[in-house]
């Protein structure tokens, strides 16, 4: 890699045209380049902060969902005299693959 100072950046790439594996940068094209990849790296980061807002909400629903359809069953572990902790850990750990 070699850096030429030079105002005239046409005659540079004329010169470097006549060679194999030669190109010719300006300043600009390297501000250029920078703010492509950060507008790339932002626009990354939206999508994946979507993501994660998206997979929250879809666990919360199942977790809601599951909850309500086992209501009668968390009735007879409340009357059985299991405490509402460890019946939290139960349904929580088994979303989270854990087996207990």
Request: hydrophobic fraction near 50%; aromatic fraction near 8%.
């Amino acid at each position: 890699m070699l850096y030429v100072k030079s105002s005239d950046a046409e005659a540079i790439r004329d010169i470097a045209k006549d060679y194999d594996y030669v190109n010719v940068s300006t300043k600009e094209d390297s501000r250029n380049i920078h703010l492509y990849d950060m507008i790339a790296a932002y626009i990354m980061m939206v999508i994946s902060i979507a993501l994660m807002i998206t997979a929250f909400v879809v666990l919360q629903f199942t977790i809601g969902f599951t909850i309500s359809d086992e209501l009668r069953e968390i009735g007879v572990m409340k009357a059985v005299g299991i405490g509402s902790r460890s019946i939290r850990g139960l349904y929580i750990g088994c979303k989270a693959g854990i087996n207990i």
